[in-house]
């Protein structure tokens, strides 16, 4: 079996150790980190994410595959040299202020790290001021907000206002098993997505590049 293909197989199959060992192969071999982390580990990523959408797979899955595809980055990551790996954008995300819940937000980071952005992740419990001080400093095109809490969504409203100077430049979408769409719209967001594969899909649209 191609090198790649052995790849893609292991990682579906969350086995991180043949992960590690293909990919270290595929180097050996010559193939270019580029078309190892594009064709091999983010192609079956994506794979992860269409069947995580259509209930083919579940939580722990993900979350494996996931974890095999950090190994495979681990191997070959050293190894890029300026645009080798071509990331789609930056996304700053976190928990929203009095929410402590931060397992669908990871599935998020996992799944959008596996499409080739740039995460940075907040993590919980995070205030407005924290969201923009992010802003500020990694200049990100995307900030996600996730809630888990009726008593935390009006927590994504106020982030939403506070990031109104920054607009311009950020699209924000928001997720979480109490947001809906039209929350989402009466907040002023730009996107709504109800999980991790269709959030790479809706920041993907909204940043031009589905
Ligand atoms: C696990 C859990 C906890 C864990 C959290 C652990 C952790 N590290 O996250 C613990 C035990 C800490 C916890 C605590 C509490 N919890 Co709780 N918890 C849950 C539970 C069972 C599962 C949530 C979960 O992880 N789901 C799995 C993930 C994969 O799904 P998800 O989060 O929805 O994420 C997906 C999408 O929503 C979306 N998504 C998520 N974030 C984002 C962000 C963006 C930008 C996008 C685009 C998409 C997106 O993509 C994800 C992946 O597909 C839910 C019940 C439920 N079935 O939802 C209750 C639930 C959310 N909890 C609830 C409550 C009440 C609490 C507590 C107040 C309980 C208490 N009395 O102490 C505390 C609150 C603590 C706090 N301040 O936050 C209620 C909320 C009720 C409500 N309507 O407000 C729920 C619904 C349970 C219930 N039926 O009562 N909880």
Do not use: C
């Not at 579906?12 to 293909?22: H, I, L, Q, S």
């Not at 923009?132 to 900030?143: G, S, T």
């Not at 935390?152 to 098993?177: C, D, F, N, S």
Request: no cysteine.
């Amino acid at each position: 079996m191609p090198v790649l293909e052995e790849i893609k197989e292991a990682l579906m199959a969350g086995n991180a150790n043949k992960v590690r060992e293909a990919v270290t192969r595929a180097v050996e071999e010559g193939v270019p980190p580029g078309t190892i982390i594009n064709d091999g580990l983010i192609a079956a990523m994506n794979i992860i994410g269409v069947k995580f959408k259509n209930n083919e797979v579940y939580v722990p899955e993900v979350l494996v595959a996931a974890r095999a595809m950090h190994a495979g980055m681990d191997v070959v990551k050293p190894l890029l040299t300026g645009d080798a790996l071509q990331e789609k954008g930056t996304m700053v995300i976190g928990t929203v202020k009095g929410d402590l819940h931060d397992i669908g937000k990871n599935l998020v980071i996992m799944m959008m790290e596996g499409a080739g952005f740039k995460m940075i992740d907040l993590g919980i419990d995070v205030p407005p001021e924290k969201f923009i001080q992010a802003v500020e400093e990694y200049k990100p095109q995307v900030v996600g907000l996730s809630a888990l809490l009726t008593s935390t969504m009006m927590q994504m409203k106020k982030t939403v206002e506070a990031l109104a100077p920054y607009r311009h430049a950020i699209k924000v979408i928001v997720g979480g098993a109490p947001v809906t769409q039209k929350f989402a719209e009466e907040i002023g967001a730009d996107g709504y997505a109800p999980d991790a594969a269709s959030a790479v899909d809706k920041v993907k649209e909204l940043l031009g590049l589905a």
